[in-house]
């Protein structure tokens, strides 16, 4: 087994020290393509998770099928259950060139999954897991932290090893160290590990330059190292060269170029990389956090370029503009030439230590001084670092832990009051748990709500159909998308809510299209609405003398509901309003077309013709078709504006039948 593995990792890897890490929302695409030009070949997805991969197919073809190959690959999973991981692998297989399983993820959620190190008090699963991936035939590695008892951690080792692990990733930290607690990486245990196994170990932990990577491989005898947020300042470590952070960019900008869209984490991935240069100009730092287009990245680093006392077009010698120390070993680069900070380090333990004899805690705080007596940094460097930190990103970081430990306190307390009632009913104290009752009730309402929406929802129920044309993507920009699935969702929300729901059909709906995405992207649950999707368009599904457009600008007023047409909206979101842009396309298509007759059933000082989103308009019909009453109706849709009143309920029936006789008239 051992020779299989070592042959399967001379394959992969060739001669590799570093391996890029699987990090969420870090190790994209986008960047592996730079790390790769770079001469990091080996390189991990952000972690994904399995059954995600199994059962949701956009989830699928946003992380592994839009994305451009790049092998060798391996992929990440947290997986927890064999079965799911067996088939999350046949549905990989073409796509890498193997299944890293992570267990080394700990945190809260991973503790309630289990996933990750907390996998790891639970070693049949772990042994199950890896058995089963190796019976595929694709080859499995593990990333895992540490015991306490390290030699926990040896003979879990020895039990992969031998039910064919391919190679083992050793984190040196213990489950419980996270955050503030983290410490430092223990590679005396990866040194452990490695001289009981003879499959190869990859080592992880605090390498932050190239004498860390030299250093940690003397150390621990590992056949690589694993980098994470090294490689996110600083690509280029394996060449020792430390190029011009804007010429660096503009290579990772070129790449962005390439791809079909850019990837969430472009802007986050340039932040890293030009950390230091942009460290005293916070103007181009916020410039830079307002980017969202490549033009918009290349004006912010043609400006800071400016802005450095050496240009990227300016050439020089790898040995020249640095600063050695002798007594630390240390040398540090000017700001505009790529180098990974010691920001992390520099807070620790001077006890910490990576390996006898070592004190990284001591060497970042050196690496600072250093910078600053080369006269690479201001005098207040120490302010200007502690002011990037708390940029808004971390300040929503921040907020997102301080919300999720607020939810467990009260989580908890929850249970410990329904603890309480619980013993005070059959105590006799309290004759009932009127919490617990309430929360029944609220449950059976949210049932039955649903079980009427379902039933509104089939094939000749006779409830109102309202059909929203969601063909109407390239009309509008992802911005304008966005609002368009909201709207969706709050749509959804008043159905799922109604006394009478409606049938609701989204028509002209490509699945895996970019409206498709973003529906899904900031709808939670969007796969399980009860609506009718098609791909097809509304005058395809139906019968076009079924169908009534509801555009504002028909001349129709809509005066009554009739269940035997399909309401029609369109999917559209116009900032920048397009007349006669909805009626002329129902018009090509012969489609009826209508109005909710807000001037007919309104007063005002001056025009006021507002423009609905489909919820509001959605919302009116609703109340409509309950109450049969526009006054009604309207007030649950229409914005009051000031000079701006609804007629009342018997004035607008009274206008309703004055129009309706006038359209009878004028039929005859």
């Not at 790898?318 to 630390?328: K, N, P, R």
């Not at 039955?448 to 929802?457: K, L, N, Y």
Request: proline residues 5%.
């Amino acid at each position: 087994m051992s020779a299989q593995a070592w042959a399967w990792f001379r394959d992969t890897f060739k001669s590799t020290k570093v391996l890029l890490a699987p990090m969420t929302g870090a190790s994209d695409v986008s960047w592996r393509a730079l790390c790769r030009r770079y001469g990091i070949q080996a390189v991990f997805t952000p972690m994904l998770y399995a059954q995600h991969l199994v059962e949701q197919p956009l989830y699928f073809q946003d992380n592994i099928e839009s994305q451009p190959t790049d092998g060798p690959l391996i992929v990440q999973l947290c997986v927890n259950d064999a079965s799911t991981l067996v088939e999350a692998i046949e549905k990989l297989r073409p796509r890498c060139q193997g299944i890293d399983l992570n267990l080394a993820w700990s945190s809260k959620r991973a503790a309630a999954g289990p996933y990750g190190a907390h996998l790891l008090e639970d070693t049949e699963r772990v042994l199950n897991l890896v058995q089963a991936g190796v019976s595929t035939g694709m080859p499995i590695t593990c990333k895992m932290r540490i015991h306490a008892d390290i030699s926990r951690t040896v003979a879990l080792a020895k039990r992969l090893e031998a039910a064919g692990l391919s190679m083992l990733t050793i984190e040196g930290r213990r489950q419980d160290q996270l955050h503030e607690t983290r410490g430092v990486a223990d590679w005396t245990a990866v040194k452990v590990v490695r001289e009981n196994v003879k499959i190869p170990v990859v080592a992880v932990g605090d390498v932050v330059n190239y004498m860390d990577v030299e250093q940690c491989l003397s150390v621990t005898g590992a056949s690589a190292v694993m980098c994470g947020e090294t490689l996110l300042h600083n690509p280029t470590l394996l060449t020792q060269q430390h190029p011009h952070v804007c010429q660096v960019a503009r290579e990772y900008v070129s790449i962005l170029c390439s791809m079909e869209r850019l990837p969430e984490t472009s802007r986050k991935h340039l932040h890293q990389l030009l950390h230091l240069a942009l460290l005293d100009k916070p103007n181009l730092m916020s410039d830079l956090s307002r980017s969202a287009t490549i033009k918009q990245f290349n004006e912010v680093i043609d400006q800071l370029n400016k802005a450095l006392p050496i240009s990227a077009s300016q050439s020089f010698e790898a040995s020249e503009h640095q600063y050695h120390d002798a007594s630390t070993g240390l040398t540090v680069y000017p700001t505009w030439r790529c180098q990974a900070s010691y920001r992390r380090l520099a807070a620790l333990d001077p006890a910490d230590q990576r390996y006898p004899g070592d004190c990284p805690a001591a060497l970042g705080q050196a690496w600072w001084k250093l910078l600053h007596q080369a006269g690479y940094v201001p005098d207040n460097y120490a302010d200007l670092d502690a002011a990037r930190d708390e940029s808004l990103s971390k300040a929503n970081l921040k907020k997102s832990d301080r919300m999720a430990r607020l939810k467990l306190k009260r989580r908890h307390k929850d249970a410990a009051q329904a603890q309480r009632r619980k013993a005070a009913v059959a105590s006799g104290e309290l004759a009932v748990d009127r919490v617990a009752e309430a929360k029944r009730m609220k449950r059976q309402a949210k049932r039955e709500a649903r079980e009427r929406v379902e039933a509104a929802a089939k094939p000749d129920s006779g409830a109102l159909r309202v059909a929203v044309d969601m063909s109407l993507h390239e009309a509008m920009s992802g911005k304008e998308m966005g609002k368009l699935a909201d709207q969706v969702r709050r749509l959804y929300g008043v159905n799922s809510v109604a006394k009478s729901p409606a049938h609701v059909y989204l028509t002209g709906l490509l699945p895996g299209g970019p409206l498709d995405r973003e529906l899904h992207r900031r709808n939670s649950g969007f796969d399980k609405y009860v609506v009718t999707r098609t791909s097809q368009p509304h005058h395809q599904v139906f019968d076009t003398n079924e169908l009534v457009f509801l555009t504002p600008d028909s001349p129709n007023p809509l005066l009554q509901l009739d269940t035997s047409k399909v309401y029609v909206m369109g999917g559209l979101v116009d900032e920048h309003i397009i007349k006669d842009f909805t009626l002329e396309r129902a018009q090509h298509v012969k489609i009826a077309t209508a109005r909710l007759p807000i001037p007919e059933m309104s007063q005002a000082e001056k025009t006021y013709a507002p423009v609905l989103s489909i919820n509001q308009v959605f919302e009116a019909l609703l109340k409509l078709q309950d109450t049969k009453d526009w006054h009604q109706a309207l007030a649950a849709a229409v914005p009051v504006r000031k000079g701006f009143r609804l007629l009342s309920s018997d004035e607008a029936q009274a206008r309703v039948q004055e129009l309706e006789q006038q359209i009878a008239s004028a039929d005859t």
